[in-house]
């Protein structure tokens, strides 16, 4: 133990009060740069995701200069929309509507979990694209889909091969289901990346949750848009469930973590202690976990 | 004359073609790929016998039939007009050698091996049939296609279409039903006839006992029948049809299931929606399933080996069986907050989806499919 000299001690209680004094300030600071959520509500699946792209073009819309989304929904499983194993086909439709109108070209690149021919279909979204003309990627068959890439930032997971479009587009876009799921508890965003990279496999091995977690914070959406129409509680990801909420909700951030945060309260009262990725976000500082720090604005379609 | 052989030749390339076409599928609809092998009356009647049940729908009955018929009267002329292998054997005729390299016909004594072996239960050597062999060259890689097409194509250039005149058997079949030809046909074989006989009976009676219970039994298509081995005719209609690409040729095992079709699930599952197998098969070693009767059918059941288990030997997070599962049948046993899979054995289907996922690496895959014979229903629905 090193004694402390008097210069020392007045010089580190000087610093230490000249902190404490401009803390008011910080925590002002802090209060301007809350991280807004908005959360739409209403019955009509359409309805709610026009309220929500309306929001998502007075915020910033794509960026300035986005002429190429990537957009990533989720569609691995051979599910109907009713289950809710995938990402409605409705909100997927008006985003693709309002997003192409707004003068972006749109991919949804998807590395499915069952074959993509019956995933895509079951799922709704291979109609709603053709509708719109976009192509849906099936990131399993399609050749040179993947790019490796470091992830400074992460602890266990520290490269991993994304597909190739998500690293290219302008603007990138988050869209899953909110959902039950064995090893995770539950798969809203951050889990959702699972579906962009090709060793999704060795991530259950090295640590689920941290893995998670450290690919959050190299892949950063533009926009996380969760689904939460309607999720299973039980028997996710793929159902089906018999035991299904019906919050009619979409949540919109531009900080994925928070979306996650604010879903899961559908689920659990307090997500950070139940879902492990969550907290090890908020412990890396990935994204706002505590709603106090959030603005979340509620909006009834 | 030459003007009917241009012609003929012109028909028989055509049919060779679309025939290809047909075995290799692609976009076709999958009933296509049963099409080849399900002409061959050969393979209905002796199947038919050996099952003691006519499988076959009308649908699937009458092309069989009419070729049957055509024979009554015409004698070879599916062999020398439309027969794919035929023309395929045919084509180095103009180059052959016209050597014998097989003085002695054997086609009679084979044709009566397959009826004497299926009124006993057993089609044996109905693998020789023209059209199965036809239908394996989509298939080519596995050893039996690979080594008999190219062998007797190879045999042509020396003696012409030696395979067609002095062994298949479904030729022999022809020849014997023409009306006009029977009694000459039969007599003149007589030694052949009892030979068959012999052979086909021995063979019905001593291949079940081979080799029984040596190997782990394979996981089968769903649909496939207790006698799965016996009357399955490698035509490989199955592993074609296949969207995941998860039948395969059986390597080892014993003499009855030799290069018969099993699943393997290194690479897919079989689908939850996925009857395609069940609607190719043309010998009735496959029984049609509806989609529903498909749903409820187990061909296996998993089980887990908890020492591998990322999640029971290793505490991790995985349950990743359970993710893809289709059918809920992984159920959840918590340790803390770790949670650890087990299986439901009435809801397991045994599709693999899980031994397909299951990422446990450290001492190879955690979860496997152990066969299910007789295949059950479970009860429920879709």
């Given amino acids: ?121 079951a799922s709704g979204l291979q109609a709603v694209a053709d509708k719109h003309k976009v192509k849906m990627i099936d990131l399993k068959s399609a050749k040179n889909a993947f790019v490796e890439v470091k992830i400074p930032n992460g602890k266990t997971l520290t490269k991993e091969k994304v597909a190739r479009e998500f690293l290219e587009a302008d603007a990138v876009v988050n869209m899953p289901v909110a959902k039950h799921h064995g090893g995770g508890k539950l798969t809203i965003c951050m889990k959702n990346w699972m579906g962009a990279v090709e060793g999704r496999k060795l991530w259950h091995a090295k640590g689920l949750h941290q893995c998670i977690a450290d690919f959050s914070t190299f892949m950063k959406p533009t926009w996380a848009i969760v689904d939460a129409t309607c999720c299973m509680t039980t028997k996710g990801p793929q159902g089906p469930s018999e035991d299904m909420i019906y919050p009619q909700q979409i949540i919109l951030s531009r900080d994925q973590v928070a979306a996650d945060v604010v879903a899961a309260l559908l689920f659990h009262e307090d997500p950070c202690a139940t879902i492990n990725y969550l907290a090890i976000a908020r412990d890396m500082g990935i994204g706002e976990t505590d709603v106090r720090n959030m603005n979340i604005h509620h909006i009834t379609v | 004359m030459a003007k009917l052989n241009g012609l003929k030749f012109v028909v028989r390339l055509l049919i060779l073609a679309a025939a290809l076409f047909f075995v290799i599928g692609g976009p076709l609809p999958v009933w296509m790929e049963r099409l080849i092998p399900a002409l061959s009356p050969l393979t209905l009647f002796a199947e038919s016998i050996a099952q003691r049940s006519w499988y076959a729908g009308l649908f699937w009955s009458l092309p069989p039939l009419a070729v049957l018929v055509l024979a009554v009267f015409k004698g070879r002329f599916f062999c020398q007009w439309i027969c794919p292998l035929g023309t395929l054997y045919n084509l180095p005729q103009k180059m052959s050698l016209k050597k014998k390299v097989l003085p002695l016909r054997l086609n009679a004594a084979v044709f009566w091996t397959i009826i004497s072996a299926s009124i006993l239960g057993l089609p044996a050597l109905l693998v020789l049939d023209p059209l199965s062999t036809f239908n394996r060259i989509g298939t080519w890689t596995a050893w ?199 299986v439901n054995t009435d809801l397991c289907r045994g599709c693999g989806a899980c031994e397909n996922a299951c990422p446990a690496f450290r001492a190879g895959k955690a979860i496997f499919v152990h066969s299910l014979q007789p295949q059950q229903t479970i009860k429920g629905t879709v």
């Fill in chain 1, 1 to 121: 133990m090193k004694k402390l000299s008097r210069r020392e001690f007045v010089k580190t209680g000087a610093l230490s009060s000249a902190a404490l004094a401009a803390l008011p300030h910080l925590a002002h600071a802090e209060e301007k740069q809350k991280t807004d959520v908005w959360v739409f509500t209403g019955s009509n699946n359409r309805a709610l995701m026009t309220a929500c792209m309306e929001t998502l073009f007075n915020h910033g819309g794509f960026g300035p200069n986005a002429k190429k989304v990537a957009l990533k929904v989720n569609a691995a499983w051979e599910r109907t929309p009713e289950q809710a194993a995938n990402t409605h086909p409705e909100l997927v439709d008006v985003f693709l509507e309002k997003a192409i109108a707004s003068g972006v070209k749109v991919v949804i690149p998807e590395n499915p979990c069952h074959r993509a021919e019956k995933s895509f279909s």
């Fill in chain 2, 144 to 342: 039996i296609p690979g080594l008999l097409v190219p062998l007797f194509f190879l045999l042509s250039f020396f003696q012409p279409q030696v395979w067609c005149t002095h062994l298949c058997p479904l030729g022999y079949g022809f020849d014997l039903v023409n009306f006009k030809n029977t009694k000459r046909v039969f007599r003149r074989d007589r030694r052949q006839f009892l030979t068959g006989l012999g052979i086909g009976g021995a063979a019905a009676v001593i291949l079940p006992g081979i080799g029984k219970n040596k190997t782990t039994p394979s996981v089968l298509p769903p649909g496939a029948t207790e006698q799965f081995s016996e009357t399955c005719t490698r035509c490989y209609a199955c592993l074609s049809a296949c969207p995941s690409g998860i039948i395969q040729v059986k390597k080892g095992g014993s003499l009855n299931e030799l290069a018969m079709p099993e699943l393997c699930f290194d690479g897919g599952a079989c689908e939850e929606s996925c009857n395609r197998c069940s609607q190719v098969c043309p010998t009735g070693a496959i029984r049609r399933l509806s989609d529903g009767k498909k749903w409820r059918t187990q061909i296996g059941v998993a089980k887990v080996k908890k020492g591998k288990c990322l999640a029971w030997a290793d505490n991790e997070y995985c349950m990743v069986c359970d993710e893809y599962c289709p059918y809920n049948a992984i159920e959840t046993i918590w340790r803390g907050d770790i949670a650890c899979p087990v």
